[in-house]
């Protein structure tokens, strides 16, 4: 009998364990390569070979040939140009439908010819519709991109197009779905916000409004924060720029957000002023953030005059004001 498991991708610790038994025990070089391969062994073993020496060259390989083999090697089973051409499509976004694709690809797409192509191995159902493996869709989006850049631009410029319009279609039109603008802010002209998004996760958590009868959950949260405070570096990286990011925070700045909350004191702008990311089903610290929902109520620095827009052109009109 032959079972099917998932190849999962190392986490950073055991992505560090894996680089110094190959010599490489440099932190920088070894999160260069943890951002450009997100620890998936595949990817790992073509760029860390055994016996490549590593340590003794002093430097890490870049994306070359080592990836166009691996890109290769995925889209053996895509071998035709219209499979092709929808791959190119669904990698401008992280997720993808029928309608979106043909929304993208600037035509419709059969039924038949969809179902092929969600059918290939790297593509798999999530809750937001279907989804190519990360990497392939980095590597077919960044092949896509400097290959035909006026293409690419079209497409990416109908994804913004698209997220804009679903956010601006929701209540009162404001943007209160984050997934929906999180898709949105992936599309952005700024390589450090990609490379923020590049790394974040649908998370499990969900939103609970702070009231009176839970507020010493929240106060609670707070005093442990601030007990298990400690040094960290946040590491994120944006391929499309080749831009790599390594911001290190003393315990005392990652307080600092917490030192303008003042939990009791939002409360008294009404229900929804302060909200709590959540574990359902967890007795005890349940709370693992909190939401304030009204940023007017602080007294937080005017927008600064002059700012680069998010979006390259050409974009659509209605959403450049973004």
């Known amino acids: 009998m032959i079972l099917f498991l998932p190849l999962q991708e190392l986490s950073y610790e055991e992505f560090r364990l894996y680089m110094e038994k190959h010599g490489v025990t440099d932190e920088a070089e070894s999160d260069r390569l943890w951002l450009q391969t997100l620890g998936h062994p595949l990817a790992l073993s073509l760029l860390v070979p055994s016996g490549l020496g590593i340590a003794n060259q002093g430097q890490i390989p870049g994306r070359g040939a080592a990836w166009e083999e691996l890109l290769a090697l995925w889209l053996r089973e895509a071998r035709d140009h219209e499979l092709r051409d929808l791959l190119q499509a669904a990698s401008v976004p992280r997720s993808f439908n029928q309608e979106f694709l043909s929304l993208l690809a600037g035509r419709e797409v059969p039924s038949q010819l969809f179902e092929r192509l969600v059918r290939l191995s790297f593509i798999r159902r999530t809750g937001e519709g279907w989804r190519l493996h990360e990497l392939i869709r980095e ?23 698209y997220y804009y319009d679903l956010i601006m279609q929701s209540a009162d039109h404001r943007p209160d779905s984050p997934q929906k603008l999180a898709e949105l802010l992936r599309l952005a002209g700024s390589p450090v916000m990609r490379a923020h998004f590049r790394h974040s996760r649908r998370s499990h958590y969900y939103l609970e409004t702070v009231t009176e009868s839970n507020l010493h959950e929240a106060e609670a949260y707070i005093r442990r924060r601030e007990r298990e405070a400690r040094d960290f ?8 720029s080749g831009s790599l990011f390594r911001f290190k925070l003393t315990a005392e700045e990652s307080l600092l957000r917490l030192s303008a909350l003042e939990a009791e004191e939002l409360l008294r702008h009404g229900d929804g002023a302060l909200k709590a990311a959540a574990q359902r089903g967890r007795k005890g610290c349940r709370f693992k953030r909190l939401c304030p929902r009204q940023p007017a109520n602080f007294n937080l620095p005017a927008p600064l005059e002059g700012r680069r827009p998010l979006f390259p052109k050409p974009v659509p009109r209605q959403a450049s004001s973004l």
């Open 139 to 161: 590597a077919i989006r960044s092949d896509f991109r400097e290959r035909a850049p006026a293409a690419f631009e079209r497409c990416r410029g109908r994804a913004v197009q």
């Open 233 to 240: 570096t946040i590491r994120c990286s944006d391929p499309e």
